[in-house]
């Protein structure tokens, strides 16, 4: 069983930046490709980012294309999401999730989820 922690969420002013982090248990993690949904209130969760088990190959959203860059760290069993130029549309809570023993990047095929982080810009 993989656990995923995700940390770095916070409020920060619109036009800020955060770097969103997911530590991932166990010894697998470079066997999963990993990614990042997010979800507003009253809105699904939506795809952000994703990231071939290698971290060759990544995937965005348009909404954030051009402002994110998701990279991985196999060493370190974690995942993170640099997210710059921040709007208040980006306000969501971040869930990191991983499709365990796949490397692709295929939106439905995550099956593993963290508990999420809040990230706030203000106006």
């Known amino acids: 069983q993989v656990q995923l922690v995700e940390s770095g969420g916070g409020l920060v002013q619109a036009g800020g930046s955060l770097r969103l982090s997911c530590a991932a248990s166990?010894?697998?993690?470079?066997?999963?490709?990993m990614g990042w949904f997010r979800q507003a209130p009253g809105m699904e969760r939506e795809f952000v980012a994703g990231i071939s088990c290698n971290g060759v190959s990544t995937y965005y959203a348009d909404s954030v294309k051009g402002r994110s860059t998701i990279s991985r760290d196999n060493a370190k069993n974690t995942v993170y999401l640099q997210m710059n130029s921040l709007k208040p549309e980006d306000t969501a809570v971040y869930y990191c999730?991983?499709?365990?023993?796949?490397?692709?990047?295929?939106?439905?095929?995550?099956?593993?989820w963290g508990q999420g982080t809040q990230v706030t810009v203000s106006s």
């Open positions: 166990g010894r697998t993690f470079s066997s999963h490709a």
């Open positions: 999730t991983a499709s365990l023993f796949y490397c692709g990047v295929i939106k439905n095929r995550y099956n593993t």
